[in-house]
């Protein structure tokens, strides 16, 4: 365990990241002039710390694999952001939300990191309101808040439905503006695959440019990976379509432990699956659910009329709809956390209640709130979503309920990192979705999008300084060393084994394949039994997959094939580890259920005497079982209890 | 709702190996599609016909498929994001279609938009026009509480409007003279309604525009073509209120 240094501060909780900041090393402006930083990915946590880091004065190299930096998938976030500002007057607090975050993630978090996440959130809405980010507003001119599932105040800040466009877009204005000073070069349309190591440091990049095909090395002081999450190893999500984990295992296999993989976000209301010629899922935001009520028919020959398409639901009476949130949880009701209501919306579907030709699917309702606020107040409040659901569905949901059902949408599991953010390899942090830290079992709605900005704005600015500052005699990182070499070739030989299997199988067919199995085995519901199923499965698709798969097109060109096989090859691999870790952990909690883990109720049943760590997988070699480190969690501020919504 | 099958669709589409290459059209037909795919879904089944058929598949931006990224920007039957309003090509759905009928599919056209390959475009202009000056500057740290200056509701709802733009290029496509006015008027409206950005008003104005000029985008000649194909409904009164900040910039130097 000796490996394993969270360096979480001594002291009283709420003294801890003061103390740690007085206590960790600076850089003087003429040193961070000589020091370079690449930052992968430029959603919120990249964007943000990109420009921060720049505005300190270092030398920074950004990296996306889209057209442009603004289109990084936080850009998709809808509802809201949280902040303990207490704006509302409901007795909100740094010690409320942090209680929240740590309650509504199972206990399987750590307390001084979450506690800092809280501490630094009121800073966060006062720079995206100083960049111009359009929040709500009340009439009288102040910032507007809304509910959130699993708390009892109204601490989320928004834009309409399109709140992590509008937060992106400042973090981004912000990063243009260290572009346009030279502060920042910017790489869009590239895509790292490969971290390079001298003397066991993170000394930079290899990365394919996504145009020309060129392979290409890129060197610094500190690498820093904010690639977010790894959800589209279930091929249907609701990432978009090139979010890939495979910066983050990249990182892996050079060291840097994976923790908490099988920590994986289903959200209870997204468009239910149509067919099958989908290609991805999407989501309807959480704060639906503050204004929307779930429900199935209480009876259920109404449910299999409905499943039938013999009646609609607003053919069936009020008496005889099962408010089943409600019912459940009195207290919190619609707005319970997101791993309680995708459950149970999957308990009422398993039931046959299922109110869609497949069965699986749900209403959510706003019948009610239009005849209580009127039309117009729910248009202003989620006419963007409306529209998004009526453009795909056909379906006007004023006037009939919205059809909705779980899908695979965040991952609270990623690199372990320190206090500091730094992974396991010196030099090497991560930031964001891409680490594991703040969310434990379960994140809540509104969070990622604070974790994002606080670790780029406020957390990595100043803890990656305690590490530089010990570097700043090392010179500009010559990319010709042999380090450099080898780890191109290996990018390179790589990629030519990919692209001369010439199978006969497109890459789409082995990560729906995947998908499936991910789905099935290692999604909503998990047993021992299942579990070693996928691990059997999931590497008899890698030698499929290593054998038969077809990538078109040519080597030094544009080619989506060619990149989308290196990610489903990575895909395939973490797969693997999720399904092992969640073998491993053998109790319930949060988004991890497993059957042989439950409450009477059905409720997800801790095992907090055998399973308070946080799991962290180490590398140990290419179709090799990976060893398995614990960092066990201590709560000294919390008394661990059963989470109760009810 | 209820979905039904498209039998046969013939698809007419841009094909062009690389920038330095010459294009031209191609055809290929399309059987079995349901109407309640999205026109994206339908491109992935075709691109993987293509590839069993030992064809290159056919270059397509697209990421988010939430008509939030900005990402797709197909050329569909002469529209930016084909024959559906407020939406983008992510959440055009088939059901637009007939069976039987012929798709054309184009990159957008415009000279600042160089083709990179097939269907795929290089927007970079459109950073760069923002880099001239579309942001407020302000560092990370030392600002003040977020409720210190009040924002009139209507000024704030007017700043959420100009901001809903997504940066797809749609209006560039769209107009004849390939004006990025829309998109530039937008940034500048979202950042002049609010008391964060008025500071820097006129300055962002003014090298916003000369940015633009020089990436050669085309003049505004008020078509309002942009505004019928934004996705997000961006109003061409933004062009006005443009106009006006521009007018104030140069008269004020």
């Known amino acids: 365990m000796s490996i394993l240094n969270s360096k979480i501060p001594e002291g009283p909780l709420a003294e801890k990241w003061s103390k740690h900041k007085g206590a960790i090393k600076v850089v003087s402006p003429a040193n961070k002039r000589k020091l370079e930083i690449i930052v992968v990915g430029t959603g919120l946590g990249g964007a943000s710390a990109a420009a921060s880091l720049a505005e300190l004065g270092y030398k920074v190299k950004a990296f996306c694999y889209q057209d442009s930096p603004r289109r990084a998938h936080s850009i998709a976030a809808q509802g809201g952001i949280n902040a303990a500002k207490n704006y509302q007057n409901d007795n909100d607090s740094v010690h409320r939300l942090f209680y929240d975050t740590i309650k509504g993630g199972d206990y399987r978090s750590r307390e001084a990191n979450v506690y800092r996440l809280a501490e630094v959130s009121p800073n966060i809405i006062d720079q995206c309101v100083a960049q111009g980010v359009p929040f709500g507003r009340e009439y009288g001119g102040l910032l507007d808040n809304r509910s959130f599932g699993g708390v009892l105040v109204s601490r989320t800040f928004y834009a309409r439905g399109q709140t992590g466009q509008q937060l992106l877009i400042g973090a981004y204005q912000a990063l243009n503006r260290q572009i346009a000073k030279g502060a920042v070069e910017m790489y869009s349309r590239h895509e790292m695959l490969d971290v390079v190591k001298i003397d066991g440091k993170a000394r930079g990049i290899i990365a394919r440019d996504l145009v020309t095909g060129k392979i290409k090395r890129f060197g610094a002081h500190a690498v820093v990976v904010a690639t977010g999450g790894y959800g589209n190893v279930f091929f249907l999500s609701t990432n978009a379509m090139g979010s890939n984990g495979s910066a983050a295992w990249q990182c892996y296999k050079h060291g840097a432990f994976m923790s908490n993989p099988c920590f994986v976000q289903i959200h209870p209301t997204c468009i239910p699956v149509h067919g099958d010629q989908q290609s991805k899922l999407t989501l309807m935001s959480e704060s639906l659910r503050n204004d929307g009520r779930v429900w199935v028919p209480k009876k259920k020959e109404d449910a299999v009329k409905l499943q039938k398409g013999e009646i609609g639901p607003n053919d069936i009476k009020d008496e005889d709809r099962d408010f089943y949130l409600e019912r459940r949880y009195p207290s919190y009701g619609n707005l319970v956390p997101r791993d309680v209501a995708s459950r149970a919306a999957k308990e009422r579907c398993d039931e046959g209640f299922g109110v869609n030709g497949e069965g699986k699917a749900v209403f959510l309702d706003f019948k009610y709130s239009i005849e209580r606020l009127g039309k117009k107040v729910i248009e202003a409040r989620y006419g963007n979503l409306f529209q998004m659901y009526e453009k795909i569905t056909d379906v006007d949901p004023y006037k009939e309920p919205m059809m909705i059902y779980p899908a695979i949408h965040y991952t609270m599991g990623g690199t372990w990192v320190d206090y500091n953010l730094m992974t396991t390899v010196p030099g090497l942090y991560a930031i964001g979705e891409a680490n594991f830290s703040d969310h434990g079992a379960n994140r809540l709605g509104a969070s990622a999008l604070m974790q994002g900005l606080a670790d780029g704005y406020f957390i990595l600015p100043y803890t990656i300084g305690d590490y530089l500052a010990d570097e700043i005699m090392v010179p500009k990182i010559d990319t010709n060393k042999p380090e450099f070499e080898a780890a191109e070739k290996a990018v390179t030989g790589r990629i030519e084994i990919l692209f001369n299997i010439k199978g006969k199988k497109t890459v789409d067919y082995f990560h729906k394949k995947l998908g499936q199995i991910m789905w099935d085995n290692v999604g909503m519901a998990r047993n021992a039994e299942g579990l070693k199923i996928a691990i059997a499965e999931i590497k008899k698709i890698r030698e499929e997959f290593w054998s038969d798969v077809k990538v078109p097109g040519e080597l030094n060109n544009l080619n989506p094939e060619l990149e989308k096989a290196g990610r489903v090859a990575d895909f395939i691999d973490i797969g693997e580890l999720m399904a092992r870790d969640a073998l491993d952990r053998n109790e319930s909690c949060g988004g991890h259920f497993r059957e042989e883990s439950a409450t009477e109720e059905g409720e997800a049943k801790r095992n907090d005497e055998l399973f308070t760590y946080v799991s962290c997988w180490e590398f140990k070699g290419e179709r090799k079982e990976p060893e398995l480190h614990k960092e066990p969690l201590k709560f000294e501020n919390i008394k661990l209890s059963q989470r109760s919504y009810k | ?253």
């Not at chain 2, 939030?68 to 039957?77: A, D, E, H």
């Not at chain 2, 160089?114 to 302000?138: C, E, N, T, Y």
């Not at chain 2, 009139?152 to 901001?163: F, I, L, V």
């Not at chain 2, 940034?187 to 020089?214: T, Y």
Request: proline fraction near 4%; charged fraction near 25%; charge should be neutral.
């Open chain 2, 1 to 253: 709702m209820a979905d039904k099958i498209l039998k046969k669709l013939n698809i007419k589409v841009w094909r062009q190996n690389r920038a330095s290459e010459k294009g031209k059209f191609e055809n290929y037909t399309i059987e079995n599609i349901s109407t309640g795919s999205s026109f994206l879904e339908m491109m992935d089944i075709l691109n993987n016909e293509l590839i069993e058929k030992g064809i290159d598949p056919i270059a397509f931006d697209h990421d988010c498929r939430e008509g939030i990224c900005g990402t797709c920007s197909l050329y569909i039957n002469g529209r930016p994001h084909g024959p559906d309003t407020e939406v983008t090509t992510c959440q055009l759905h088939m059901r637009k279609f007939k069976a039987g009928e012929t798709i054309t599919i184009e990159p957008w056209r415009a000279r600042a938009f160089p083709v990179i390959k097939d269907l795929i475009v290089d927007r970079s202009a459109f950073d760069k026009i923002l880099q001239a000056g579309g942001f407020v500057s302000v560092n990370t740290g030392g600002v003040p509480d977020a409720n210190t200056i009040p924002v009139a509701y209507d000024d704030a709802e007017e700043a959420m409007d100009a901001a809903a733009c997504i940066g797809c290029g749609a209006c560039v496509a769209a107009c004849k003279n390939s004006s990025a006015m829309l998109f530039v008027s937008a940034k500048v409206s979202h950042l002049a309604k609010l008391p964060q950005g008025r500071v820097e008003a006129k300055s962002r104005a003014r090298n916003m525009i000369a940015k633009m000029d020089e990436l050669g985008f085309g003049g505004c000649t008020n078509t309002g073509a942009c505004e019928a194909e934004c996705p997000k409904s961006i109003s061409i009164v933004n062009i006005a209120r443009l106009n006006r900040e521009y007018l104030v910039a140069r008269m004020s130097e």
